[in-house]
């Protein structure tokens, strides 16, 4: 059963969770066999960016010393062989080009969209 | 290739949500790609549904073959009256969410 | 011959009392419930702590109700009667909980009937169902 994971809310809770928590089962979900593949669109599409950084939250005494590693998660998806999709015209939206991107990350254009949908037998939004 | 009808349910104001025109985007697309599809408001979105608010046009997602629907629960809870509604819109329960799920229909909630 | 019913597969992200997304869902199982569908929900992130058994109802000095008066919604409840509702009509509830969101959440005592779980669970179910519909959190 092919799946398409569109996933458009970005950042939220993802220092504290030390993960984007649907980046993170979707890893789960294509390591116990899912046929999956990952539409990143609105804010999401930064997911796609090379270079973010998180130097890891402190708080009183106490360090974090897991932070979150957007980047190496895409990169881990598209090493298990999930395609990674990223919007086109949301990229373009928000001054991202190409060469901005993790190697692999391919571009979709939003007409393309309803075909890709059609070819999953499910498309989950989160 | 069959094709796989689809429900999207539009959760998102279309005024204080800048993101609140993904939904209808895609119903234009899905619809113009030969897609049947249903457009479902809940909660703050259908009060874009109000006849006279200033939003796109309902009549081009209808005009369009969407199917638009709002969720009869949401409008009372807003004061909307199925009367008030804008051309194309009409009140449904949320059974139709249901009853899409079970055709297997792509459910999709934004 | 016994027929299993397909079953219809949720997943619920929002934390109690935060979201009309949660109503919402609520009102899709209580239909879902009443038909006799078969029913598993994962619940993920803050939604865990929907059948949390701890929830209190409290009384209402603005309205001036009492706290039997107030009858205030607690989610436990509304996922109990779920699954009264479910087992009463022929269908049944499952209802798994993301184990580590229950454990950071400090969440671990649910209502009986609720099992814990992991994402392996809602893709499981999500094979074994008809359909699975995802309502997940945002900013």
Partial sequence: MKVMHIVDS???????????????????????GAQVELLLRGNAVNYAVRGQRVEGLAIGAWRQTQPPRIE???????????????????????????DALVAGVEPLRFGDLPARMQ????VWHW | MTT???????SRDPFASADGGFAREL????????????????????????????????????????????????????????????????????????????????VIWH | MTTTRPSLNFVLMDAPLESARTTTAFRLLDIAARRGIPI????????????????????????GT?????????PRTAVAALMETAQRQGGQLD????????????????????????????????????NTLVIATRD
Avoid at chain 1, 119 to 122: G, H, I, S, T, Y
Avoid at chain 3, 66 to 74: C, G, K, Q, W
Wanted: with cysteine; aromatic share 6%.
């Fill in chain 1, 119 to 122: 070819a999953c037998a499910r």
């Fill in chain 2, 4 to 10: 796989t009808p689809t429900l999207l349910i539009d």
């Fill in chain 3, 95 to 130: 209802w798994v909980n993301c184990g580590l969101c229950v454990d950071e959440r400090g969440a671990g005592e649910p209502i009986a009937g609720v099992r814990r779980g992991s994402p392996v669970d809602f893709w499981q179910q999500a094979t074994a169902s008809l």
């Fill in chain 1, 72 to 98: 190496r998660d895409i990169a881990a998806l598209l090493a298990r062989g999930v395609p990674v999709l990223a919007l086109a015209e949301d990229l373009a939206q928000r001054g991202l080009k190409a």
């Fill in chain 2, 27 to 106: 119903a234009l697309a899905l619809a113009r790609a030969d897609v049947p599809v249903t457009l479902f408001y809940v909660h703050n979105a259908v009060l874009g549904t109000r006849r006279g608010a200033k939003v796109k046009p309902h009549a081009e997602l209808a005009g369009s073959g969407v199917t638009l629907l709002a969720d009869a629960f949401s409008l009372a809870e807003r004061g909307i009256d199925a009367q008030q509604l804008a051309a194309g819109v009409a009140a449904a329960p949320l059974d139709v969410v249901i009853d899409k799920l079970l055709a297997g229909w792509h």
């Fill in chain 1, 10 to 32: 970005a950042y939220r809770a993802t220092v504290e969770e030390q993960d984007d928590t649907t980046l993170w089962l979707t890893q789960v979900i294509a390591g116990a």
């Fill in chain 3, 66 to 74: 009492s706290v039997e008066e107030e009858n205030h919604f607690l």
């Fill in chain 3, 40 to 63: 598993k929900v994962f619940a993920y992130e803050g939604a865990v702590m929907l059948p949390y058994a701890r929830q209190q109802p409290h009384a209402n000095a603005v309205h």
